[in-house]
């Protein structure tokens, strides 16, 4: 899997609605699997199974 961009557009309980940034299509993850401190409105960078906060 390619390298991808989202933003979190929303957060529901113990998930996050991510948006990417390039296709805008919506993606519903848990918030186990993000970086703590991910709030809406943060920049996420996906990468060999892993979601990074972007500065």
Do not use: C, N
Request: proline share 4%.
């Amino acid at each position: 899997m390619e390298p991808k961009d989202y933003t979190v557009s929303k957060i529901q309980g113990e998930y996050a609605i991510l948006k990417d940034i390039v296709s805008g299509e919506e993606l519903f993850i848990a918030m186990a699997l993000l970086p703590l401190g991910v709030d809406v409105g943060s920049r996420l960078h996906y990468e060999m199974l892993e979601y990074t906060l972007v500065g």
